[in-house]
């Protein structure tokens, strides 16, 4: 009875078109999930998101959820859950997207998720990592240890959102570092963050996680930008 009053007085919308979401229906409604551009990448071994670390950073998988377009249903979700706080977002697409990488066996093959960290500055702006719950989601459905402490962003940067490649990458040369221990060693490791655009932010990161000995990277994304 309760829940039934709060929902009244605080009727649930959908994230991507703001219309009231049935009572089966839960944070994204079932039309917006059949409009969302899913990418399809984890069937294809040498999709975009793969190409974009080509002769910069060895991987063994890359591949993101969705496509971003501005303006578009992605954005939307994106921005409620970066800029809103709308955290539950990152949890379906965690458990969504994982189902998908089941399918091709990535959960036998790594051994722990690890964010793109926010400074401590960031983080105390914001009060959370927009990355935190699509990675949880995924550990939890992949059955895999999630590891927020692994990377750390020693500089605090400004949005990279309006810098070309050449500025981000830049600006991301030695900005992370790693902290681990012999139990890390020859361990494969997922590398998730929101939106894959140039890939600078997670070359450096990648970098910094192969200093550990012996270890391997993959790298998925929640969307790719895409003109």
Not at 9 to 37: A, M, S, W
Not at 70 to 89: A, C, D, F, N, P
Not at 127 to 146: D, I
Request: glycine share 6%.
């Amino acid at each position: 009875m309760f829940k039934n009053l709060i929902d009244l007085l605080f009727p649930k919308v959908c994230c991507g078109c703001k219309d009231l979401l049935l009572q089966y229906e839960n944070v994204i409604c079932t039309l917006c999930r059949h409009d969302i551009p899913l990418t399809e990448f984890y069937r294809n071994p040498e999709n975009e998101a793969f190409k974009k670390f080509y002769g910069r950073l060895p991987v063994e998988h890359a591949s993101a959820f969705m496509y971003f377009h501005k303006k578009g249903i992605v954005q939307e979700m994106i921005h409620s859950l970066k800029y809103r706080g709308h955290q539950e977002i990152g949890t379906v697409l965690g458990k969504w997207y994982a189902e998908d990488l089941k399918t091709i066996g990535l959960h036998e093959k790594i051994d722990a998720v690890i964010p793109v960290p926010l400074h401590k500055k960031r983080l105390r702006q914001r009060g959370f990592n927009q990355v935190t719950t699509f990675g949880m989601a995924l550990s939890g459905r992949l059955e895999v240890a999630y590891e927020s402490t692994l990377l750390v962003r020693n500089v605090y940067s400004e949005t990279q959102s309006k810098k070309n490649i050449l500025q981000r990458v830049y600006q991301n040369e030695n900005v992370f570092d790693v902290v681990f221990s012999e139990r890390h060693h020859n361990k494969h490791f997922l590398l998730i963050d929101d939106v894959l655009t140039t890939g600078a932010t997670l070359e450096s990161c990648g970098k910094a996680i192969l200093k550990i000995p012996g270890a391997k990277l993959s790298i998925v994304t929640m969307a790719m930008s895409h003109s």
